[in-house]
């Protein structure tokens, strides 16, 4: 009517805008199809709660169940190498090409059975324990000397016991510079000696803080594979899951740092610790509430003579029957032993 009205008076009528362009409206239309051009199911009202109605599994206070914890990891030192009986190896071949002494590949064999029996719970023959439900995951530093451990340990695993291996240059030994002249070496360790084992960085090389750095990171990524169960094959429930066992082949101070890390000991505690003999193993194994502790296998006794103190062994008794995500809080190194104004 008002533009019959304009055309009456001579005015010509403007164009009727429309709220929205053809081009918006197919826009908008295809917001409800998928890639293909197919429309999307819409969910009718309440359809989401009903299904959780039927299946409390889905509701977000039952999350699914987390994937068992490997059984035990088990830190293993290389065997006895050709740089442990002749230190000038080290300035003429680099070290991480230095390997084993033949007394090395034979403490390789033996720790490999040792952990068999360990593994399987009795000293039988793989075919007589073939029933048993186990098996073994490696990670290896790249060095010559854990490589050649890592096969004489396997020698006492069938194939179908090594869920796998993983090569891991994170656990390397400590870096002391390159080729390494004997003589310096021997003042550069007495060096270390008086200026503290931990904080101690060799000409070119790597302090313990350097590797307690990487250490660091590689135990994230343990970690983070352990919550998410890449060690454990898909199976229709948890209790038909193999026990795993994770097996670090590594050298003496990475091995020491890692547990340092591991049970967030102090710097003056780690350097209480023993170095671990050529073929040794340190084991840690769930307790009674899933946490890691080294009193599971070894005997107070053991754990003294790797250096513990009585506070640590404390803790690891601590440990033994704690739940994972548990704090002790009467552990040095969350109390209130740091500070002197307590009475």
């Known amino acids: 009517m008002a533009a019959a009205a304009m055309a009456g008076c001579g005015v010509p009528a403007a164009p009727v805008q429309h709220p929205r362009s053809r081009a918006t409206t197919r826009m908008r239309c295809r917001c409800c199809e998928d890639s293909l051009g197919v429309p999307r199911r819409r969910r009718a009202p309440g359809a989401e709660s009903q299904q959780q109605m039927y299946f409390p599994e889905l509701r977000p206070s039952h999350p699914p169940s987390p994937p068992p914890r490997p059984r035990r990891i088990v830190l293993v030192r290389h065997g006895q190498s050709e740089g442990n009986v002749d230190e000038s190896a080290y300035g003429r071949v680099p070290d991480p090409l230095i390997g084993l002494t033949p007394k090395g590949r034979s403490q390789a064999e033996d720790s490999g059975r040792r952990l068999h029996r360990l593994f399987s719970g009795s000293g039988e023959s793989e075919d007589e324990s073939s029933e048993q439900n186990w098996k073994v995951y490696f990670y290896v530093s790249p060095y010559r000397r854990t490589l050649e451990t890592l096969r004489g340990l396997g020698r006492a695993f069938s194939a179908p016991r090594i869920a796998g291996v993983r090569e891991e240059p994170r656990l390397r ?36 803080a350097d590797v307690y750095d990487r250490i660091t990171g590689f135990r994230e990524t343990l970690r983070a594979d352990i919550d998410i169960g890449r060690f454990q094959p898909p199976t229709p429930s948890p209790a038909t899951a193999p026990e ?80 994972p995500g548990e704090l002790n809080y009467e552990f040095i190194t969350n109390g209130p032993s740091f500070f002197t104004h307590f009475t």
Do not use: C
């Open 173 to 208: 030994e400590q870096d002391f510079g390159n080729f390494q002249d004997r003589e310096k070496m021997r003042v550069e360790k007495e060096t270390r000696r008086r200026y503290g084992r931990f904080f101690y960085r060799f000409p070119d090389g790597e302090s313990a």
């Open 244 to 323: 795993m066992n994770l097996v670090l082949v590594s050298h003496g101070l990475t091995l020491r740092v890692f547990l340092m890390r591991w049970y967030k000991w102090t710097v003056s505690q780690f350097e209480g610790l023993a170095n671990l003999d050529n073929g040794g193993a340190v084991v840690m194994q769930t307790g009674e509430g899933g946490r890691y502790s080294l009193l599971v296998h070894h005997s107070v006794e053991e754990l003294r003579e790797m250096g513990l103190t009585e506070e640590m062994i404390e803790d690891q008794v601590w440990q033994s029957t704690a739940r």
